[in-house]
């Protein structure tokens, strides 16, 4: 406020001499001059409310001491008393007083601050309320101490006060009193003493009067300290407290001493009275913090109302000065205004204008008059600001402009203002201009504002086109669909009509991308895009979702005959190949067609709706359409859960592996395992790989679990190693899709490195689908495994479609026969007996041991053993069971 303040004087004193700046500074010092004045009158009044309450603890200190002085005395005196009271008792006895029976009938307590004694002339303790000396039995001697060296040195009757010294038998400090016995010639004859605790002389310290830091003591004439209290310590001698000696002189006073005195470096009121008659000198002492403490309190809150004050004072001086600057420099403003705001518009990329209405005869508004704009302003309408002004905005806009002019000069009447975007064409009428309207209702008009934001706007547009657009098809993407479905959706509900939506996945394009390269399958996905639009109706919608996805929005359906033959045009159009730059491709569409209202009523279930029936069209045999079907759906939405639960149970291994055993049926016993999946389901239990390698197969997750399954094999064998010397080889089942994926022979080498296991201990099966595909790929994958040592075996075999030379060419170890030819044998008679004999002589002609599965009764087995099968395996034998600490033990579960 001070800087804008100095900002306005120099504005308003350079505008004329209107203002003197004698007046402006009238303010300043008128209050600089109460503020010294103030200032100097707060100094005078906390001097002397020092100077009072000074003179209040002098006078209060005076008055304890005084107080503190007779109570000495006092006690003194009773000290004196009783030793005189003693002394006497002991000339009227002959010595004989008891003072132990004393102590004891309660004349002295324990609790009393002193006790007394009676020592002979040898200074023994003859008798005492002090209790013997609990180690010897006896009382120590005093001949040593000074309250009875001086007595026995002197032949004066006088009392001793001693220094404050440690009791011999108390351990306590204590001040000495005694007086001198003599015996009846006049001699010396001992002693009566007293020690009196230090704390007795102090016990009228009150804290309420002294504070925490305060001074209550009985110095020496010398000004050495006898017994000191301050606060709630009490010393002997007062070195503690006292670092010099304080000069108490005259029979009273009172000084101010310095913290150098004291070691606690704090300053005190010192008062003193003599006490005369023992020689001593009573002392009381305040703190000057804590007496001075009110005063200190009183002068901080007057301190605080004087800055209070002086801070109205400044305040109240700057208002005043800017009240009188107020007045030159609204009259200055004015005088600028108009000069500015013409400045400001010429120079602002803005138009500028102001505007008033127009009324007819009847008082209503027909037109809107000009009456001033900036030249930007009338640029804006291919005009001067010298053309504009003054005219009509009829004569100047003319037609719709002038109406859509008329309807935000209108809204601006009515409600105050009017803020929007005005697109409207350029004088030559070759592209359209988007103009950002302000306008500000006055009491004498409109003030109008229009800024030129085509740019941004136009950039903006181009901003949404690209986030809704497929960069390469050019068709509207994903996010385009998800803002468009919805509304129309609204749209057809309002309008009360039907809206179908095709969902198109491309059949072959995987084939494409995988053969050509994906160059090549950009060119189809663009290809595609253009058959789609020539095939739909002019007003049909088409998008790509990703991928080879695009969605069809078919409005205003009448009959479903429409929605059918807008899908057999997108179908046909796939029926001609794609003449790509890198060859010819063959695609299909399978069409998934969900309506409204009938499949969903709103956007997100009609996408679902339509995907479900996409895949039942995929499910039907490809390159057809299907309406939605809500049976099928449900079928979809499981197969998607199961999906899902299967990609998570890969992921956090929810699979164990049961071992199902071979046995050689000339010896009976075990000589192979085969590893079987089991699915430790979190909700439905242990399932078998019938519930779900189907799936996987279907999805590619068999690659990934295949992969699980060898890893965990060589786990298990590896275990089985370490645990027994010897081990009976383990059969891992390949599915056709993970033989061709998979890099089996870099998997098996790499677990089988990892768990330090023989290669012969793995065998891997499969089945003889492996060999349709690519014959000379499959040849080189297993002749790759055979060189590394692991055996193959053809699993349920007689089930494919296998040649005989193309099993001579790839060199099988083991051949199975499937469980359904084992199960006929019975059934067939001889002719199924011929059969499998054939099989097993043709076996052995190749080399390879024969294992006949699914033996389930000992009438099969006994029929393989005559037709001289090698292997059996099956539930006859032994069914599948969990992982043994030892292979052996398994084994030894076979019963053959």
């Known amino acids: 406020m001070h800087t804008s303040l100095i900002k306005m004087a120099q504005a308003t004193l350079s505008g004329g001499p209107t203002i003197r700046l004698r007046l402006i500074l009238l303010w300043p010092v008128v209050s600089l001059f109460l503020a010294v004045v103030g200032i100097l009158f707060l100094a005078s009044k906390l001097e002397e409310d020092k100077a009072e309450s000074m003179a209040h603890t002098q006078k209060t200190i005076n008055v304890l001491v005084r107080a503190y002085a007779e109570d000495t005395q006092q006690a003194l005196d009773a000290v004196d008393r009783t030793l005189l009271l003693l002394r006497f008792q002991w000339s009227q006895f002959g010595g004989g007083i008891p003072l132990e029976a004393m102590r004891s009938d309660g004349i002295f307590t324990k609790r009393a601050p002193f006790n007394a004694s009676i020592l002979d002339r040898n200074g023994t303790r003859v008798t005492s309320t002090f209790p013997l000396d609990s180690n010897t039995g006896t009382a120590p001697s005093a001949a040593d101490q000074n309250y009875f060296v001086e007595q026995k040195s002197t032949q004066q009757d006088r009392l001793y006060l001693g220094r404050p010294a440690i009791g011999r038998t108390t351990g306590r400090q204590v001040i000495h009193f005694s007086r001198r016995l003599t015996d009846p010639d006049g001699q010396f004859a001992g002693v009566v003493h007293i020690g009196v605790q230090v704390s007795y002389f102090t016990t009228h310290y009150d804290p309420t009067t002294l504070g925490s830091f305060g001074v209550l003591g009985m110095f020496g004439p010398e000004g050495q300290a006898r017994v000191v209290r301050t606060g709630d310590t009490v010393q002997g001698t007062g070195a503690e407290l006292i670092s010099n000696p304080l000069s108490l002189e005259g029979r009273s006073g009172s000084m101010f001493v310095t913290g150098d005195a004291f070691n606690d470096r704090r300053n005190r009121y010192i008062a003193w009275q003599s006490i005369e008659d023992y020689g001593v000198v009573a002392v009381v002492g305040l703190d000057e913090e804590e007496a001075m403490a009110p005063y200190k309190a009183a002068r901080l809150a007057a301190t605080h109302q004087a800055s209070v004050a002086l801070l109205f004072l400044f305040a109240f001086t700057l208002v005043a000065m800017s009240l009188s600057l107020r007045i030159a420099w609204q009259k200055r403003v004015q005088e600028l205004a108009a000069g500015n705001y013409r400045a400001a518009t010429e120079g602002a990329a803005d138009g500028f204008y102001i505007v008033r209405p127009v009324n007819n005869g009847t008082g209503e508004t027909s037109d809107f008059s000009v009456i001033d704009c900036n030249e930007r302003g009338a640029a804006l ?251 099928f759906s449900e079928s979809v939405r499981q197969r998607v859960e199961l999906e899902a639960e299967l990609k998570r149970a890969i992921a956090s291994d929810e699979f164990v592996l049961h071992y199902q055993p071979r046995v050689a049926l000339s010896t009976g016993h075990t000589c192979g395992f085969e590893a079987l999946l089991r699915w430790e389901h979190p909700t439905r239990g242990l399932l078998e790989p019938a519930a779900f390698l189907w799936l996987a197969e279907e999805t590619g997750l068999i690659v990934s679990l295949g992969e699980l399954v060898i890893r965990k094999v060589c786990k298990q064998i590896g275990m089985w190693s370490r645990a027994e010397e010897s081990c009976i080889p383990v059969s891992i089942n390949v599915s056709a899709r993970q033989f061709e994926e998979a890099n089996l022979c870099y998997l098996l080498d790499e677990c089988m490195a990892r768990h330090g296991i023989a290669n012969e201990l793995v065998e891997i099966e499969l089945t003889e689908s492996v060999m349709l595909a690519n014959p000379v790929r499959a040849r080189g994958k297993l002749n790759e495994m055979r060189r590394a040592g692991i055996k193959l075996l053809i699993d349920d075999f007689g089930t494919g479609y296998s040649s005989l030379s193309q099993l001579q060419e790839l060199d099988f170890d083991v051949l199975k026969i499937d469980g359904t030819f084992t199960n006929r044998l019975h059934a067939a008679g001889p002719a199924g007996c011929v059969f499998y004999e054939a099989i097993i002589t043709m076996a052995h002609t190749l080399g390879m041991r024969v294992v006949a599965e699914g033996v389930e009764q000992l009438g099969e087995m006994q029929v393989l053993n005559a037709l001289r099968c090698d292997e059996i395996q099956g539930f006859y034998v032994c069914r599948a069971m969990p992982a043994m600490t030892r292979q052996s033990e398994m084994a030894h579960t076979v019963a053959v």
């Not at 359409?625 to 049976?631: A, K, L, Q, T, V």
Request: aromatic share 8%; net charge neutral; proline share 2%.
């Open 381 to 631: 309408f291919n005009m001067k600001s010298i053309e504009m002004k003054g005219k009509n905005l009829s004569s100047i806009l003319g037609g719709s402009a002038f109406s859509e002019a008329e309807k935000m000069l209108g809204h601006a009447l009515r409600e105050g203002s009017f803020a929007g975007e005005w697109w409207r064409r350029t004088a030559d009428a070759d592209r359209m201009r988007c103009l950002d309207v302000k306008i500000l209702r006055s009491e004498s008009g409109f003030a109008v504002t229009l800024r030129d934001v085509t740019k941004e706007r136009l950039h903006l547009r181009e901003l949404e086109r690209q986030g809704n657009e497929d960069s390469l098809t050019g068709l509207p993407n994903r996010n385009w669909a998800q803002k468009y479905l919805p509304r129309a959706v609204s749209q057809t509900a309002t309008r009360s009509q039907s809206l179908a939506l095709l969902f198109i996945d491309l059949d072959g394009f995987k084939s494409v991308n995988d053969r050509l390269g994906h160059a090549a399958g950009d060119e189809a996905l663009r290809m595609s895009a253009s058959r789609l639009r020539e095939a739909v109706r002019p007003n049909d919608m088409v998008a790509r979702l990703g991928g080879d996805e695009f969605i069809v929005i078919l409005e205003n359906v009448v009959h479903n005959d429409d929605v059918r033959q807008v899908a057999e045009r997108v179908r046909e159009s796939f029926s001609r190949e794609f003449q790509l730059l890198r060859g010819t491709a063959s695609l299909g569409a399978s069409i998934g067609i969900s309506l409204y209202p009938i499949d969903a009523t709103d956007a997100t279930a009609l996408l679902e709706n339509a995907d479900f029936a996409m895949y039942a069209a995929k499910t039907a045999g490809k390159n057809r359409y299907c309406f939605f079907d809500p049976s």
